[in-house]
């Protein structure tokens, strides 16, 4: 049973940081970070392969946000420095069926239950 529980997220002023921790459980793949804003749809963030040694980022986000994981941990993080306000959403992590970085939302399958990033201005 594949158990995802994030954390790490609260509300910050715009130009912030803050780190989100993903424990995972049950699974070993490639993980993504995913954010779903108030009458948006859900979209990619941030992924990384099994081992680490490829990430993929939204142009959004590339260069203020790092994903990275301890599998000895069975964490994934996301560290998000230079937050704007349309950063705010709520945050997902999620497990692929791959070993390797993707994007879609289509290719995962498991999903944690979200944890709220507010940045105000």
């Known amino acids: 049973q594949v158990q995802l529980v994030e954390s790490g997220g609260g509300l910050v002023q715009a130009g912030g940081s803050l780190r989100l921790s993903c424990a995972a459980s049950?699974?070993?793949?490639?993980m993504g970070w995913f954010r779903q804003a108030p009458g948006k749809e859900r979209e990619f963030v941030a992924a990384?392969?099994?081992?680490?040694?490829?990430?993929a980022y939204a142009d959004s986000v590339k260069g203020r946000f790092t994903i990275s994981r301890d599998n000895a941990k069975n964490t994934v993080y996301l560290q998000m420095n230079s937050l704007k306000p349309e950063d705010t959403a709520v945050y997902y992590c999620?497990?692929?069926?791959?070993?390797?970085?993707?994007?879609?939302?289509?290719?995962?399958?498991?999903w944690g239950q979200g944890t709220q990033v507010t940045v105000s201005s």
């Open positions: 049950g699974t070993k793949s490639a």
């Open positions: 990384i392969s099994w081992g680490g040694g490829s990430t």
């Open positions: 999620a497990a692929s069926r791959a070993l390797t970085v993707v994007v879609s939302t289509r290719q995962y399958a498991y």
